[in-house]
Each structure stands twice: as structure tokens, then as C-alpha cells.
């Protein structure tokens, strides 16, 4: 196993790593939406691509694992905690048992404390209460892509 420090160790070199690493770089990350209110989508999606993320929208976690279940891309999700269905918690449940890597950060109207502390603990990334300050959910977000950088390069590195 190769573990990435921000250098290139010597036998990175030996063993083909380096064109995985710049490929890795240069891979824009993906943000998925999912927000059974159009409006809450697209006022996102409109923010996230002025910033020069590449967005897709769902209205439901269920339409978004069946879509997605075979992306290659890095990326997050950002997901309302009360959705039609499956919700928040049962999707963060969904993507761990199917060794997702992509990260998943509840942005929701919900004030429950309890739905804060369960998420967490179930290794939401993190749990952010509409409305949010755009500087602020941008910065999260920056955080949120920079460790699901970390995990894909470390998926695509061992495999």
C-alpha cells in the first residue's frame, strides 16, 4: 500500500504511480445534489458551477444511487436529511455498505440535534443547517472534496 504525503516517493516511480496521481489531479470533482425541492436544487447547483464545481441534481436518493451506482468520478454528495424514501441517514447507511467513496454532507431544514449527532456518528461528513452562509458551505464543501481526493487516490492507488 502507497500512502501519499505530498511527495512523490522514489518507488512511486518504479511501479507506474505517477501518471495515477496526475490523472487523479487533474479530475475535476463531481458534487451531487440531492433535494426533493427544485428550488433548493438549483439555487445550489447555480452556486456550486459559478464556483467551478461540475453539479448533478436528484430530486430523491433513490433516483441518485440508481444513476450512480457505477461512477468513476471523485466527488461528494450534499444531501437534505428528509427525503421521500430513502432519507438522509438510510442513504449515508446505503453508500458505506457499498464502500463508497464518495463523502456525503447533510444540508437540511432539520434542527433535530439527535439527527446531527446519529449522522455524525454514522461518519457523515459533516451536518450543516439551512439556510448557510454561502462562504461557509463552500468552504466545508472545499474540505469535504479534499478528503474525498485523499480516498480516491488511495482506492485507485492499491486496487
Known amino acids: 500500500m502507497v500512502i501519499l504525503t505530498g511527495k512523490i516517493e522514489p518507488g512511486l516511480l518504479r511501479y ?3 501518471p495515477v496521481i496526475d490523472k487523479i489531479k487533474k479530475i475535476n470533482p463531481i458534487i451531487y445534489i440531492i433535494d426533493p425541492d427544485e428550488g433548493q436544487r438549483s439555487e445550489l447547483e447555480m452556486l456550486l458551477k459559478r464556483t467551478g464545481y461540475d453539479a448533478v ?3 430523491s436518493a433513490e433516483i441518485f444511487l440508481e444513476a450512480e451506482q457505477c461512477s468513476e468520478r471523485f466527488g461528494c454528495v450534499i444531501s437534505e436529511m428528509v427525503l421521500p424514501g430513502v432519507d438522509g441517514l438510510e442513504l449515508l447507511s446505503i453508500l458505506r455498505e457499498r464502500n463508497s467513496h464518495l463523502p456525503l454532507i447533510i444540508l ?5 440535534v439527535g439527527h446531527a449527532v446519529t449522522a455524525l456518528h ?3 461528513s459533516d451536518y450543516l443547517v439551512k439556510p448557510v452562509i454561502e462562504r461557509e ?6 474540505i469535504t ?9 488511495a482506492a485507485h492507488i492499491t486496487r
Open 137 to 142: 458551505l463552500i468552504k466545508r464543501i472545499k
Open 57 to 59: 441534481c436528484y430530486p
Open 145 to 153: 472534496l479534499q478528503e474525498a481526493r485523499n480516498m480516491y487516490q
Open 16 to 18: 507506474g504511480m505517477i
Open 122 to 124: 454514522r461518519k457523515a
Open 108 to 112: 437540511t431544514g432539520d434542527h433535530d
